[in-house]
């Protein structure tokens, strides 16, 4: 860590030198403006204003790629923040048919994105997302809530023999991924910019590391749900072999793991230790539903009661994935002071 000794230049102002090597590689020269962001715990953070300009841009160079190449660079240059986005071939050349497909399946995918310009050897995509129009916290939520709405229709397709039922939960895997991918750039873009951290509706950066857990882990309870609603599908009569009883089990065992996974993130919105608690004591109690309900079923063929053993298993590990998400609630909620600890 470098240390710079405070001067007074006058009266009522101290002073202190900018690192010749930092100022020189963000192009700060006398008498231009940087901007200064007072954060919690006395930390005082500086920034050149090219920091602050969004228009920042990308090109990727597609003539060696293939379009899913193509395709997985586009969202990653989306995740890191880009207002805007070239893909294109050296002169001469043009992009084939395939990476052009690709850069319009990936603007399905991603919000706020769309093509602006297009020619033989260039397609130019903006994002128009404004950080403003969105806090992590109620994306969190969102990303959550469609969780739980793709699991409820997946267990009921599974109760009821409805295909149609599962392929709607199917259908909204694709939005839980654009809400996913767009906390990944509103995360990113935040840390590489803390004036952003308050507009994406924090006070600092501290919580992002663990927000950006907390959304992997929800990305991946949708999943299960997924994987429940193929299972349905992919099901001769679209229905487990069990008696209504097991399946009522079942339902009960889901409207558990739906209780503790919202409790734990709103836990670590809210920064709620005693949610934290609850969640991690309810978890306990469910824990082997799984195991419980497998011991008690009656002899069936291996190929269903595999299918049943898969459902409890993508169920159970919803039920873990909110106990992570719970002890990330439990670090954000003791960094600040409360009825339970005192920060000195």
């Known amino acids: 860590m470098e240390t710079r000794k405070v001067q007074r230049l006058g009266p009522s102002t101290l002073a202190m030198t900018l690192p010749a090597k930092w100022a020189q590689e963000q192009d700060v020269e006398k008498g ?45 240059q989306y995740v890191l923040g880009r207002r805007i986005i070239h893909v294109e071939v050296e002169e001469g050349g043009t992009l084939g048919s395939s990476q052009i497909n690709a850069v319009y399946n990936a603007e399905t995918q991603l919000m706020g994105l769309g093509v602006i310009e297009e020619t033989p050897e260039r397609i130019a995509i903006r994002c128009s997302v404004d950080p403003e129009d969105f806090t992590l916290d109620n994306l969190l939520e969102r990303l959550e809530s469609t969780g739980s709405t793709m699991r409820n229709e997946a267990i009921k397709a599974l109760a009821h023999g409805n295909p149609d039922l599962a392929q709607r939960a199917l259908n909204r895997e694709r939005q839980a991924n654009k809400i996913f991918v767009l906390l990944l750039r509103l995360i990113f873009t935040a840390y590489q910019n803390p004036n952003l951290a308050r507009a994406v509706g924090l006070e600092s950066g501290f919580p992002l590391i663990g927000y950006r857990s907390i959304a992997k882990n929800l990305e991946l309870t949708a999943d ?54 609850k969640t991690r004591k309810q978890f306990a109690e469910i824990q082997d539903n799984e195991r419980e309900v497998l011991s008690d079923l009656d002899e069936m063929p291996n190929e269903e009661l595999l299918r049943v053993r898969e459902v409890l298993v993508s169920l159970g590990q919803t039920a873990q994935y909110a106990v992570r998400n719970a002890e990330i609630a439990t670090n954000l909620a003791l960094n600040e002071e409360s009825e339970h600890v005192t920060i000195q």
């Open 224 to 277: 299960n749900a997924e994987d429940i609603a193929e299972i349905v599908l992919e099901t001769d009569g679209h229905s487990l072999n069990v008696d209504g009883a097991t399946m009522r089990r079942i339902r009960e065992f889901t409207d558990n793991v739906n209780e503790i996974t919202e409790q734990a993130v709103r836990a670590a919105v809210e920064r709620d230790y005693d949610l934290a608690i």
């Open 32 to 76: 231009d403006e940087v901007s200064l962001r007072i954060g919690s715990k006395g930390t005082l953070t500086v920034m050149p204003e090219s920091v602050q300009q969004e228009e920042s841009e990308a090109i990727i160079h597609a003539q060696n790629l293939d379009a899913d190449a193509v395709e997985r660079a586009i969202v990653a």
